[in-house]
């Protein structure tokens, strides 16, 4: 029936995608859309980063997420299923966000928010994860409200709460019309901080009414990045995506012109504990950016001194948990939760000792090496978390 054909031809390249807010999906869906690439992205708004996750996995319609990175260790410690992670793969890593903790004159730094009310926003949202993991890093427990951003902004401003924490690109349109007389303020994060974060800064170039051009804001910022759902390989689903990942490939400049934020990612960077999308990883190969391995080296076994690596990764565990001895350490790390641990360290340690000198090592050779970890625990009756028992007594 022609009603049938036509409706085949309008679906035949179309995927969706959820994000918190559709600014940049939007931009993306034109930048790709064309005759050419048969490809249309339908922008869904989410509701909050943790859900767009969720999204990906369990909602019909719905192909690719933009989640920020912690919210990612997030389902990697709490899986709402075991495997979850060969379900969804990355296809790259996109823009940064940064954190902003406004607050009211009275405070004037995150230690004199405890017991205090501090909105952290919907609680599946990435604001919600970032800053649960802030505070719990730097000790501070406030008395957590769970608003959406533009109400706590109004509560803020008639005292009925001391701060609110939100993720966003900078400048954020939630901070534009803040007067100078309302005696609103960011307040600088720094300290030892988990590691999905990096040292950002809030300038007077981000918001003239807030910050003054001799006194920037030191903050931190938390990747984001675009996942697919790993559908079937013989399934149209899985073509259509990877018709998508083509596409967005194939636009990549078009798409960083699009916007300031999307100028800084680096598409060709890793995210650890997850693999990447086989038609992302292909055309990153073909286009020279990342090494194409053959066969043999693929599989080959890396010349590396593994008893030496492997108490490196004990040192590493340590370090993760200060203060805590070798058996409570043990406790705290299922093996998944191990797994996904040593997946980082192999990550964290790009140059190691081999038998003949130092080697970089690339994705490949990173997942060679975790293979070689998981059997090097199959072998022995006792984990290499629990061998650092022995240098403790």
Do not use: C
């Not at 928010?113 to 501090?118: A, D, E, F, I, Q």
Request: no cysteine.
């Amino acid at each position: 029936m022609l009603r049938h054909r036509l409706r085949d031809e309008i679906n035949a390249g179309l995927v969706g995608i959820v994000a918190e807010g559709t600014d940049y999906t939007t931009d993306l869906a034109f930048t790709v859309a064309g005759e050419q690439d048969r490809v249309r992205l339908l922008p869904v708004a989410g509701a909050g980063a943790l859900q767009n996750a969720k999204d990906v996995l369990f909602a019909r319609g719905i192909d690719f997420g933009i989640v920020q990175t912690d919210v990612l260790d997030d389902i990697k410690r709490h899986p709402p299923f075991p495997g979850v992670e060969k379900y969804v793969q990355y296809v790259t890593k996109l823009y940064d966000q940064d954190l902003h903790v406004l607050a009211g004159s009275d405070v004037r730094s995150i230690g004199d928010l405890k017991g205090k009310k501090v909105n952290f926003g919907l609680r599946d949202s990435g604001t919600y994860t970032t800053a649960a993991a802030i505070f719990g890093a730097l000790g501070v427990q406030p008395d957590v409200t769970t608003l959406p951003q533009p109400l706590a902004l109004d509560k803020l401003r008639r005292g009925e709460l001391s701060a609110l924490v939100y993720v966003a690109t900078k400048p954020s349109r939630l901070f534009q019309d803040i007067r100078p007389d309302e005696n609103l303020h960011f307040l600088p994060v720094s300290g030892g901080l988990p590691s999905d974060y990096t040292a950002a800064t809030i300038i007077s170039e981000d918001y003239p009414e807030l910050v003054s051009k001799d006194a920037p804001i030191d903050t931190v910022a938390v990747g984001t990045v675009l996942v697919v759902y790993n559908w079937p390989t013989d399934s149209e689903r899985r073509r259509r995506v990877n018709r998508f990942v083509e596409a967005f490939f194939e636009h990549l400049n078009d798409i960083k012109a699009r916007r300031p934020k999307w100028h800084d990612f680096d598409a060709t960077a890793s995210v650890a504990g997850w693999t990447r999308f086989p038609a992302a990883e292909q055309w990153l190969k073909r286009a020279g950016l990342i090494p194409e391995l053959d066969n043999a080296t693929e599989h080959a076994q890396i010349p590396l001194d593994r008893e030496a690596l492997f108490r490196q990764f004990a040192e590493y565990q340590r370090a993760r948990e200060p203060g805590k001895a070798a058996a409570e350490r043990q406790a705290l790390f299922d093996p998944t939760q191990r797994e996904a641990l040593f997946r980082e360290f192999a990550d964290y340690q790009r140059t190691l000792k081999t038998n003949t000198g130092t080697a970089q090592l690339d994705p490949k050779q990173r997942e060679a090496l975790f293979r070689e970890f998981a059997e090097y625990q199959k072998g022995r009756s006792v984990v290499i978390a629990y061998r650092e028992a022995s240098a403790d007594h």
